[in-house]
């Protein structure tokens, strides 16, 4: 199994990005798609994911201001994120799991990409 994140970059307060998270390897069965991130000195949370009906789940923090997807044929998960602001300064990963969305069923993780928010 392959995650390969891009998209991630610098932005201003108040800007946007869009992440990818291009998967291969495993089924079409995928049960969850999600994405995490850590910023550093801070353990790694979850942002937001998405199971394969499309149900959607976000942390609050970012509730409103990110949105979470898939494409048609569920191997590419991308997080649009709006409003960004410092605190949202993190390595974000994309990770998937076999199983449920529960935190410690995401086996399968991307490298992380960058997110900068100045």
């Known amino acids: 199994v392959q995650l390969v994140e891009s998209g991630g970059g610098s932005v201003r307060a108040g800007g946007s990005l869009r992440l990818s998270c291009a998967g291969s390897?495993?089924?079409?069965?995928?049960?969850?798609g999600g994405w995490f991130r850590q910023a550093v000195g801070k353990e790694r949370e979850k942002v937001a994911d998405i199971d394969r009906d499309g149900t959607t789940r976000y942390r609050d923090s970012v509730k409103g201001r990110f949105t979470i997807s898939q494409n048609s044929a569920r191997n590419t998960v991308y997080l649009q994120m709006y409003s960004l602001q410092p605190e949202d300064t993190a390595m974000y990963y994309c990770?998937?799991?076999?199983?449920?969305?529960?935190?410690?069923?995401?086996?399968?993780w991307g490298q992380g990409t960058q997110v900068t928010v100045s």
């Open positions: 390897g495993y089924t079409y069965s995928r049960p969850c």
């Open positions: 990770a998937a799991s076999t199983s449920s969305c529960r935190p410690s069923d995401f086996g399968y």
